[in-house]
């Protein structure tokens, strides 16, 4: 089954920018929905953004303007370009592939947004 690794987390300040990048150890099929996931200390994870195979993106109202999701097919990589970051846009970020109804998950990369 494909595996997904994610890149990119790191440490920034408030109003900084960040690039996260989810690596498939396999294509990337068109009719497979891409989307990043990400979830805070105490809370459950939520949807920050998904893309489908035509290019069609769809956001959470938290991030709308400010986030971009992306897709390289023939890298087999989706990418999240963050800008103007909150502190509260901290947790750990997922990528995640659905396809025919079935969820593969990545481990998670770590985004921290300090004041």
């Known amino acids: 089954q494909v595996q997904l690794v994610e890149s990119g987390g790191g440490l920034v300040q408030a109003g900084g920018s960040l690039r996260l990048s989810c690596a498939a150890s396999?294509?990337?099929?068109?009719?497979?929905?891409m989307g990043w996931y990400r979830q805070a200390p105490g809370k459950q994870r939520e949807l920050v953004a998904t893309?489908?195979?035509?290019?069609?993106?769809d956001y959470a109202d938290s991030v709308k303007g400010r986030f971009t999701i992306s897709r390289e097919n023939a890298k087999n990589t989706v990418y999240l370009q963050m800008i103007s970051l909150k502190p509260e846009d901290t947790g750990v970020y997922y990528c995640?592939?659905?396809?025919?109804?079935?969820?593969?998950w990545g481990q998670g990369t770590q985004v921290t947004v300090s004041s």
């Open positions: 995640n592939a659905e396809f025919l109804g079935n969820n593969t």
């Open positions: 893309i489908t195979g035509d290019g069609i993106a």
């Open positions: 396999g294509p990337i099929l068109r009719v497979t929905i």
